[in-house]
């Protein structure tokens, strides 16, 4: 593989609800309080019967393109939780987006989920690879994953670009 394209979900590829627009939402929809605490690991938020979930046109546009060529490896790598990943993967479905991986958080911090991730799966191509791009929104990881491509493109010469998607 010459490229790797690592995406994220929630606000990258994928507009979706916010816990407190989504409870609300879950609420007129289904006429119940939202029996959670939490939102971002729970399955129920990710309910295309309940919420809609539009593609971010931009980065699906880029997905596109990373996919129309056999030397780039995609990967979904989302804070998301790995009990919930067959939710993440219909969402995905609905609109026939098929990563080649999909890493969802096995717990802890995401940022140091991503980065461990990131690292892992630089790691399996670094033989071969010539680029890296990373699609992410949030800002307070955006400065984190810029300082792991920076250090990696020091050590190996490989671009690594990430991409602050707003």
């Not at 790797?4 to 816990?19: G, N």
């Not at 971002?40 to 546009?61: A, M, Y």
């Not at 939710?87 to 958080?105: M, P, S, T």
Request: hydrophobic share 35%; charged share 30%.
């Amino acid at each position: 593989m010459k490229r790797l394209d690592i995406y994220d979900f929630d606000h990258t590829m994928y507009f979706t609800t916010e816990p407190v627009e989504g409870v609300h939402i879950y609420k007129e929809k289904t006429g119940m309080e939202w029996p959670y605490q939490g939102w971002w690991s729970k399955k129920e938020s990710l309910d295309t019967t309940i919420f809609d979930i539009p593609l971010n046109d931009w980065v699906h546009g880029q997905y596109l393109e990373s996919k129309s060529s056999e030397e780039t490896y995609t990967a979904l790598v989302t804070g998301r939780m790995v009990g919930i990943q067959k939710y993440v993967e219909k969402v995905l479905e609905k609109d026939n987006i098929v990563f080649d991986e999909i890493l969802c958080n096995t717990g802890g911090p995401t940022l140091k989920f991503k980065l461990r991730e990131f690292q892992r799966l630089f790691d399996k191509f670094k033989d071969t690879l010539e680029e890296v791009t990373i699609y992410d929104d949030r800002t307070e990881h955006i400065g984190d994953f810029m300082e792991w491509a920076y250090k990696l493109k020091k050590e190996t010469g490989i671009q690594i670009t990430v991409i602050h998607v707003q």
